[in-house]
């Protein structure tokens, strides 16, 4: 059973409650990095199950969903009470192939844009942090709600590479004990 866009706003949220986003997001990029390093192309590429993304496919995401924030809340600073248009992240995953993409380069995109969004984050007035798109699938919401969701966005993508990394890490005692 699919998620609802309410259920799924408040599973992201939940991730993070209590928390700062920006600070949440000031350390995603780092963290992704701890993760990868050492990891071959191959195991980046490994799916944990059918239907479930690799940490390349992941990273790939990451790194296109930065994109895809970065005109979200420049198209809210520009605009209060834009439309903000929804996309399919599979279909994404597949046209841009993100599996094959090289995780290292996708990390450094994702990089790059997620600190220029940081420093223009810090860099807004107050009062514009209460501007809102409307999204197509869930509603009105302020830049400082998409900076929330983004920051739950990162965790939950975190939680589930640290879950692939655990999956390889077993995989490979379980092999060096058959020798």
Avoid: C
Avoid at 2 to 15: K, N, P, S
Avoid at 21 to 29: N, S
Avoid at 93 to 100: D, E, G, H, L, M
């Amino acid at each position: 059973m699919e998620e609802t866009a309410a259920q799924y706003t408040a599973r992201i949220l939940g991730y993070i409650e209590g928390q700062d986003a920006l600070k949440v997001q000031a350390t995603t990029a780092g963290r992704l990095a701890k993760l990868v390093r050492g990891l071959t192309p191959a195991q980046l590429k490994w799916q944990p199950g059918a239907g479930k993304w690799s940490i390349a496919e992941i990273v790939g995401h990451l790194a296109d969903s930065e994109i895809v924030g970065s005109w979200r809340m420049r198209s809210i600073l520009g605009q209060d009470g834009v439309t903000i248009q929804a996309y399919d992240q599979n279909s994404w995953a597949a046209v841009f192939q993100y599996r094959k993409r090289d995780t290292k380069a996708s990390l450094a995109l994702f990089r790059t844009l997620r600190e220029n969004n940081h420093a223009m984050l810090k860099a807004i007035p107050r009062e514009l942090w209460k501007n809102y798109g409307t999204h197509q699938e869930r509603g009105k919401e302020t830049l400082s709600h998409v900076t929330r969701m983004f920051a739950g966005h990162d965790t939950n993508h975190v939680l589930q590479i640290e879950k692939i990394v655990h999956e390889l890490k077993k995989k490979q005692l379980k092999n060096k004990k058959r020798k």
